[in-house]
């Protein structure tokens, strides 16, 4: 059983598109994250949600819309794509807030846009 | 403000070789730290963590890391390397007060090759 998941796994898109990735997690967990991934492998978090109310929004732009129909998902849309958007998009899940938690990742979703 | 710095962009270990893949951290308050491990093309994976207690923490794989308060480090390491061992490895901080916000805050990652 996988635990997080995301879908697509690869999105190739052009410059101006709309897109979106979802994410869902099967383990109950509370709290869940995106985290964007740059070529350099560097990992950044972008957006919390805990029980489907936002808790962490770091300076993203604000074409990067998170959207958490209930506590098991959390899809991202993106509007206006731009080519600095490429990146691995990682989901994860945690049972809480407690920063004690160990975080569950996501298989990744590769964006490239052209 | 938390932070966490891997010096080493790559370290290289023979087979059957102990290895050390270093991290150290700044937190305001005491640190909730974290090691994953990332295979090519996959997602993060959760290895150990301190939080309280031992020192000496013991995590998957035969891992394991030592918290250092006095250095503000928490190194990992492994008796004996195994090929299957190479992957990208993360350390993580969060501060236990809270302090700012929720999330973890990751180092840029350590590449670990381990030769045949």
């Known amino acids: 059983d996988t635990a997080v998941s995301q879908t697509p796994k690869y999105l190739v898109t052009q410059m101006g598109n709309d897109k979106s990735i979802k994410c869902e997690q099967n383990?109950?967990?509370?709290?869940m994250y995106w985290y964007k991934q740059d070529s350099k492998k560097f990992l950044k978090i972008m957006f919390s949600y805990n029980n489907k109310e936002l808790i962490i929004n770091e300076t993203v732009p604000n074409r990067f819309s998170p959207k958490s129909p209930d506590k098991a998902h959390l899809n991202l849309h993106i509007n206006s794509l731009e080519l600095g958007d490429s990146a691995v998009y990682f989901c994860?899940?945690?049972?809480?807030?407690?920063?004690?938690?160990?975080?569950?990742f996501g298989p990744g979703t590769r964006l490239t846009v052209l | 403000a938390q932070s966490v710095a891997q010096p080493e962009d790559q370290v290289n270990v023979a087979e059957g070789n102990p290895l050390t893949v270093k991290c150290t951290y700044s937190?305001?308050?005491?640190?909730?730290l974290f090691w994953y491990v990332q295979y090519p093309n996959r997602g993060l994976q959760f290895l150990l963590k301190?939080?309280?207690?031992?020192?000496l923490v013991k995590g998957s794989y035969g891992f394991e890391a030592e918290f250092n308060k006095s250095q503000t480090s928490f190194h990992l390491k492994k008796p004996s390397a195994l090929v299957s061992d190479s992957a990208l490895y993360f350390c993580?901080?969060?501060?236990?007060?809270?302090?700012?916000?929720?999330?973890?805050?990751f180092g840029k990652g350590t590449k670990l090759s381990v030769i045949p």
């Open positions: 993580a901080v969060r501060d236990s007060s809270g302090a700012g916000s929720y999330q973890l805050t």
């Open positions: 937190v305001s308050g005491n640190p909730y």
């Open positions: 994860a899940s945690s049972p809480g807030t407690s920063g004690y938690n160990e975080q569950f």
């Open positions: 301190y939080i309280t207690g031992d020192n």
């Open positions: 383990l109950g967990h509370d709290t």
